[in-house]
């Protein structure tokens, strides 16, 4: 029998590819998503458009205990994968409340059903290098102590020890995955990857001028999110649960990714890239 996995924020990027690599080793693949997603399938589901008709979708919410416990009284899972999240940090600044919501009472509301109806399913968190925030060591480990800078590391900090806490107070197998930043054409135009990219295109094309930035002098651990999601697997397979840090172990600027980006385009990024302190973070987190 196919063994079966619901992930949380099948529509996003890591949950879109990780449905693809459950598909792709037989699984029989659930998604929870909110129920206006499924009622404007062709804007909300975009990039699992492909697999509507091989994954079974429930709607739901993360923000009502009900609604989540409802998806479990209901269904048997052996894997739970936890992606859903307000996952873009700029906006955790504004809207600090909303993402606390989302990204710790929503995990909990996950745990708590998941405890209740079905202790046993494996359970994964997904973690972020934002945690670490202004780091104590290079690189970073799992035993790295946490210092978030933004109410979404806060939030995802917050996340990670109800993870722990549930696998010490009730035995069950729960993994904490503390990844890196990783990409692909599927991620947001939000987030400062595909900004760029989107924006030297718009440039190439004549549709734009210039691009505002933060701070290029930030740096980051950039990987592939098709790569990431093999991991978040991985995870669950072992004989015991514990916590995991994926990342490629190389950090780049910014800046150098303005330049790869607009080189291949053969544009020079300082002609058009022009550095906008509205887009600083409150509190800056130089290297990750």
């Not at 609604?67 to 009284?73: H, I, L, T």
């Not at 290098?129 to 104590?136: C, N, P």
């Not at 550095?275 to 987190?285: G, K, T």
Request: hydrophobic residues 40%; charged residues 20%.
């Amino acid at each position: 029998m196919a063994r079966k996995a619901l992930i949380t924020g099948i529509t996003g990027q890591d949950g879109s590819y990780l449905a693809e690599h459950l598909l792709s080793l037989g699984y029989e693949v659930h998604g929870l998503v909110r129920r206006v997603a499924m009622e404007d399938t062709g804007r909300r589901l975009g990039r699992i458009a492909h697999l509507l008709d091989d994954v079974v979708l429930h709607p739901g919410t993360l923000e009502s205990y009900g609604s989540v416990f409802r998806v479990f009284s209901e269904n048997a899972f052996d894997e739970c994968y936890h992606l859903a999240a307000q996952s873009f940090v700029p906006e955790s600044f504004v809207d600090g409340f909303s993402t606390m919501n989302a990204n710790i009472t929503g995990t909990q509301h996950v745990l708590a059903a998941l405890q209740s109806t079905q202790p046993g399913t494996r359970f994964y968190f997904a973690g972020s290098s934002e945690m670490f925030g202004r780091v104590h060591e290079m690189p970073q480990r799992e035993s790295t102590p946490f210092h978030p800078r933004s109410p979404y590391g806060v939030s995802k900090a917050a996340g990670h020890w109800l993870a722990v806490n549930y696998r010490e107070a009730y035995d069950m197998y729960c993994c904490s995955g503390i990844l890196f930043n990783h990409e692909s054409p599927r991620r947001g135009h939000e987030f400062v990857t595909r900004k760029i990219t989107s924006g030297a295109a718009r440039i190439a094309l004549g549709l734009a001028e210039e691009l505002h930035l933060g701070n290029l002098e930030a740096q980051r651990d950039w990987g592939h999110a098709a790569d990431y999601v093999r991991a978040m697997h991985l995870m669950l397979q072992g004989e015991r649960p514990d916590d995991y840090v994926i990342g490629t172990g190389r950090s780049h600027t910014v800046r150098e990714f303005c330049e790869i980006a607009f080189g291949e385009l053969d544009l020079d990024y300082r002609d058009h890239v022009r550095v906008d302190p509205s887009l600083f973070r409150p509190a800056e987190v130089n290297v990750l």
